[in-house]
């Protein structure tokens, strides 16, 4: 509507002085409708320009941050700190690499601990049985042992006994000799002192009738 009205004074501007133009009358239609494009037209005006100064801000921002990147990564001291979180990043990759290591290890002597405690609690059950057959053999050897010591303790008594019996039947056949023989030496005197017709006793020697053989 406002370019319809811009051109239309153009063209009575421009047209010659023996033309005759006629414009219409407005009613209030018209005009409210040109007012709400030419405020259309600011408001898209005040929007573009804010728009283009958000970019330049934003480029200048962006050119800023640029140069604060680089004097950042050109800063020695930026570098010296680059270099040292590189080595605490490989530092704590080894550290991990370790602590992984360690946990392997400590897990594979904890399997091999294991594996050793079953293995003694097994040798110590089997030493345990052998100590027990052990005993019972200990025991059992021990009383054959006291059986057999008492058995022969009781044979020696038993010999000793034998030899003071024997002891003591040959001193009663010694005695009895010894009596035999004085016996016979007392004969002849008592045959030539003896009255006549009274029989000598016999002197001839010969076995004691109360003992019939020796042991």
Do not use: C, W
Request: proline letters at 4%; zero cysteines; aromatic letters at 4%.
């Amino acid at each position: 509507m406002i370019h319809l009205y811009v051109f239309t004074s153009l063209a009575s501007i421009q047209a010659p002085a023996d033309t005759v133009v006629t414009i219409a009358a407005r009613d209030g239609f018209d005009l409210l409708l040109a007012v709400a494009a030419g405020i259309f037209a600011l408001v898209f005006l005040v929007t573009l320009a804010g728009l283009l100064f958000v970019f330049f801000q934003i480029h200048r921002a962006m050119r800023s941050v640029g140069e604060l990147k680089d004097r950042i990564a050109s800063d020695p001291a930026v570098e010296s700190l680059r270099k040292t979180s590189s080595n605490v990043e490989a530092i704590s990759e080894t550290l991990r690499n370790e602590v992984a290591e360690l946990s392997r290890s400590v897990g594979h002597l904890s399997d091999r601990l294991t594996q050793a405690s079953n293995r003694m609690e097994e040798r110590i059950e089997d030493f345990n049985a052998l100590m027990e057959v052990m005993q019972e053999e200990a025991e059992d050897v021990f009383v054959d042992t006291a059986a057999t010591a008492r058995g022969v303790r009781r044979g020696i008594g038993e010999l000793q006994r034998d030899r003071s019996s024997r002891g003591r039947l040959r001193g009663e056949r010694g005695e009895r000799r010894d009596r035999r023989r004085d016996g016979d030496r007392e004969g002849p005197g008592t045959t030539s002192s003896a009255t006549p017709g009274t029989p000598a006793p016999d002197a001839s020697p010969g076995p004691h009738p109360s003992v019939d053989m020796e042991i």
